[in-house]
């Protein structure tokens, strides 16, 4: 059974950063692309950036040299680093895990970026 727990979030001023968490279970990262995905408030959810099985990363121009995706294999967690927030930052961030053709997210965790 896959789990997904994300971990993290809060309150932070502009210019901030924050790291976020993802505990997976029931996933190989070696078989598996892990992403996450925010929701902004009133917007639908969208892209921030992957993580291939492979440990290639990609990210969405809006946070692009912000933010970067990492995992710990030993930990089966994978994380979010951002830097430089911004209030469009503010959204609910989800963890979302890609395997045996099925899709699997986290229960989300809020980030708001606000002076």
């Known amino acids: 059974q896959v789990q997904l727990v994300e971990s993290g979030g809060g309150l932070v001023q502009p210019g901030e950063s924050l790291r976020l968490s993802c505990a997976a279970s029931?996933?190989?990262?070696?078989?598996?692309?892990m992403a996450w995905y925010r929701q902004p408030p009133g917007k639908q959810r969208e892209l921030v950036g992957v993580i291939t099985s492979t440990g290639r990363t990609s990210y969405v121009a809006a946070v692009e040299g912000r933010f970067t995706i990492s995992r710990d294999t030993a930990k089966n967690t994978v994380y979010l680093q951002m830097n430089s927030l911004k209030p469009d930052d503010t959204a609910v961030y989800y963890c979302n895990a890609a395997t045996n053709f099925r899709m699997y997210w986290g229960q989300g965790t809020q980030v708001t970026v606000s002076s």
């Open positions: 029931g996933v190989s990262f070696s078989t598996s692309n």
